[in-house]
């Protein structure tokens, strides 16, 4: 089949590169000079496993770029639009970029075509974009709008494409959705896995996968309601885990207790700093927004995106509860990524709670392996040095600062790590080690939802400042013995 994409960001880039690697002919089409620059030269402009192996594998071949979006259109059969959809002041999603896409691609419409809506938009964007093809002279029976949803995840784009739980596409007619159901045969008929060159399963795939045809506004629905909901779960974790932490409760045995129950599940239930990335933060304002626009107060999300914030001041209470005064403090952080796995720093919690601790004086050390150069356009060189290593983050820091869950910050060198601390006290704000084996080591070690070890510092008993942050005595009961 014939494709173009529209954008080569994150969701743009890694379609086109996976269509092309299903068999398709793709045509990728992005404004912007500097990413076309560097993919002309096989260059991945975002840091993205496999999407490298992939450009080398389809570019020239499968996959050509393009800069008319004219050309890019006329060559198609169905056209994929993954362009940014920013939030406005209010919160709402910006559709200008989509809107005018929209525009030129009736501008160039000659045979028939399905325009389909990858990028994130609010429910009724494909009717909007019908009328504004129409608009813009768009003979009717020459296009249908799709929405077709995408559920990656930054770091794992590239197999959440090839290896997904579902994949859904909202079309108005059979003729769109036999066309759509055509482009995902690979993965629906299980074609593509039996390939020897496939990009390989990060699961053992347990059958076909299941393709969900809908109308273009529930497809619309289900995209925001499932972000809406992973960020529900991880608000909600967040607030067990400070209940936790309350009454010295510990949050992983809470969680695999309650995420043994199927119901449930263990997925996405990791408290920490809270999420942040240019996608769930944005679009729980903006389905906010789109809800209320609809007649419907959605006041649960408000509470989602409180808690959320609340986690970071949260934390930086708990520095502050570590090292009594900030002032002067020279602190090794890990991570400055929203998330370990990606160079991303939109909306990176990381950043935030830096950038507070530097307005508080601090000096930092930091040490990201991918995002150092994105963090240094938000956090500059002022009291912030960005170190080459882990070891060199704590290197005579008075505390080390875990923000970011790269998974190569778990195999770190305890001992060394302890020796390179002026004090050795680490607060986890990614629950990445084991407090056992920090308490073994001679960490003073504070977490999320775990109690702190060691509980008391040899000591520093009476009236000491190490009591723990929020304790309060058990409510009295209220249930009545009669
Ligand atoms: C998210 C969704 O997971 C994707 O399904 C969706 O396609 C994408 O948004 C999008 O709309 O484009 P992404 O933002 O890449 O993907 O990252 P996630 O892995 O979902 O993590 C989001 C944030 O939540 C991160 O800051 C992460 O650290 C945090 N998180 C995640 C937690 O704090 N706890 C968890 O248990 C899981």
Redesign the pocket.
């Known amino acids: 089949m014939r494709i173009s994409v529209i954008g080569s960001g ?2 743009g880039l890694v379609t086109a590169v996976c269509f092309a690697e299903l068999g398709h002919e793709v045509t990728l089409y992005d404004n912007d000079p500097a990413k076309q620059h560097a993919l002309q030269q096989g260059l991945s402009p975002i840091h993205e496993r496999y999407v490298p192996e992939l450009l080398k594998r389809h570019l020239g071949g499968k996959l050509k770029l393009s800069n008319s979006l004219a050309d890019s259109v006329g060559q198609s059969v169905a056209i994929f639009v993954a362009v940014g959809t920013p939030p406005t002041v209010n919160g709402e999603a910006d559709l200008s970029y989509v809107e005018s896409v929209a525009r030129e691609i009736a501008a160039n419409i000659k045979d028939y075509k399905i325009v389909v809506g990858k990028s ?1 938009v609010p429910v009724y964007t494909s009717e909007w974009v019908r009328r504004v093809m129409l608009l813009n002279g768009a003979p009717a029976d020459l296009f249908d709008v799709a929405s077709n ?9 590239v197999t ?1 494409f090839l290896y997904p739980d579902r994949i859904v596409i909202g079309t108005d007619n059979l003729r769109c959705t036999e066309t759509l159901q055509q482009i995902y045969r690979p993965l629906t008929d299980g074609s593509y896995y039996q390939r020897g060159d496939a990009i390989p399963a990060p699961k053992p795939m347990t059958g076909a996968v299941r393709l969900i045809a809908t109308t273009a506004k529930s497809a619309e629905l289900i ?1 925001y309601a ?2 809406a909901f ?2 529900m ?2 608000s909600f ?2 607030a067990v885990a400070t209940l936790c932490e309350s009454v010295g409760a510990d949050v992983d045995q809470v969680k695999e207790g309650i995420g043994s129950d199927s119901r449930i599940g263990r ?14 933060p944005k ?1 729980l304002s903006a389905y906010r927004a789109v809800a209320r626009e609809c007649g419907y107060d959605f006041r649960l999300l408000e509470e989602v995106m409180h808690i959320n914030n609340e986690q970071r001041e949260r934390f930086l209470r708990k520095v502050r509860h570590a090292l009594w005064t900030l002032k002067g403090k020279r602190l090794g952080v890990l991570g400055l990524a ?3 796995g ?1 160079d ?1 720093v939109r ?3 990381a950043v935030a709670v830096v950038k507070s601790l530097i307005d508080e004086g601090c000096r930092i050390q930091a040490y990201d392996p991918a995002a150092v150069t994105n963090a240094r356009e938000i956090l500059g060189s002022q009291n912030i040095e960005y170190v080459a290593s882990a070891l060199d983050a704590a290197k005579d820091a008075d505390a080390l600062l875990v923000l ?2 790269w998974e190569e910050f778990r195999t770190l060198d305890l001992v060394e790590l302890h020796k390179r601390l002026h004090y050795p006290i680490v607060i986890d704000g ?1 629950n990445m080690f084991n407090p056992d084996a920090m308490a073994e080591r001679g960490f003073i070690y504070t977490s999320v939802g775990r109690p702190d070890v060691p509980h008391e510092i040899p000591g520093a008993t009476n009236g000491s400042p190490r009591q723990k942050p929020n304790f309060r005595t058990p409510a009295s009961p209220t249930v009545k013995v009669p």
Do not use: H, M, W
């Not at 997925?267 to 769930?280: D, E, H, R, T």
């Open positions: 994150y969701v994130t949803p995408e559920f990656l995840r930054e770091g794992t784009a959440d995209k499932s972000n992973l960020a779960k991880i974790i967040n997925q996405f239930l990791n408290p920490g700093l809270g999420y942040g990335g240019s996608c769930f679009d929203f998330k370990g990606t991303d909306e990176s919690p970011t869950d990614r």
